[in-house]
């Protein structure tokens, strides 16, 4: 199964493709389906779902298992072939159990017997892809869980060459983790954030040591060559399709809100909004850091460089919600 970013919204509006001959049952079942907030096509059979299924995508297929010209469980494995991923819920007048288990047994979500309430087909949808969701999450957290402790090693073996990458890997971890605390975000996000925030310097493995360790400021030949480390390292876990979505958040860390950033020139919300966390950590620790160059700014002139950056290069919101925490922790401190 393909791992991805889960929005903590989920799904923005599911959309629905019915399948069926009798015209009345697609006319009310559509209506009680756009009742209930989904998008919804009507095809009057199999061969004219197949064509709509590879033209649109949709989120679920809901098929009688009677029909003239393809048979519902014939539709069912050409979709699933087709998109492993969508959800597919068939239904009949003429149901046996057997019936029900040859369609579960070939991948269908779940099984319903007409006559049904109009509410079942909604219920139905909603109860499968709430499965689905928590089943991705549980899978998302234990692999977050076994990579920590791999990517923690990785993250010291790059110490091994440049200590100054490491013990910054861990200091934005901590930052980034705050920020999401605060966000309200939820612990499969937090847990794929914390791997992120681990691995986001990792394309500096393909950075030449002269450059890493240079005492100086770079060169703009230098600093061209160091703005590849996220381009190098988006494509270092982009061969492991588990890690697909680290890629993501990595590639995109230096985006910045006006689309000046690198190395895509994304803008707003179209960077990952992990990806926005990152890059206020990153920046907030890089101000507050040592460099062979410059000495390290004080946490106030930090604060006040982000504030300035908001809007531009970072995300307003996200700065609020880190100049505030940070607020607090001075005050106590104070």
Known sequence: MRISFLPETGLATVSVLLVDDEPSILTQLGRALRDCGYETACSQGG??????????DFDVLIADVVMPDMSGME??????????????????????????????DKGAADFLCKPFPLLAAPIAIERNLRR???????????RNRLLLESTKALSAAMGTRESQTARHCERITSVALTIADSLGLSDV????????????????IGISDAILMKPDKLSDAEWLEMRAHPDIGSHI??????????????????????????????????????SRILAIADAYDAMISDRPYRSRMSEREAMKQLREGAGTQFDSQLVDIFLSDMKSQLAKAA
């Open 189 to 204: 996000n937090k847990s794929t954030l914390e791997l992120a925030a681990y691995m986001h310097d990792i394309g500096k």
């Open 132 to 142: 689905r969701q928590i089943e991705l999450n549980r899978i998302i957290e234990q």
């Open 47 to 56: 061969t004219e779902a197949m064509e709509r299924l590879k033209s649109q």
């Open 237 to 274: 876990l982009s061969n492991i399709e588990e890690l697909s979505d680290l890629s993501l958040i990595i590639r995109h860390h230096h985006e910045w809100m006006d689309g000046t950033g690198y190395p895509d020139g994304l803008s707003g919300e179209q960077i990952p909004i992990l």
């Open 75 to 104: 539709l069912l494995e050409r979709a699933l072939s087709l998109r492993k991923d969508i959800l597919v819920i068939l239904m009949s007048a003429y149901a046996d159990v057997s019936m029900a288990r040859e369609a579960l």
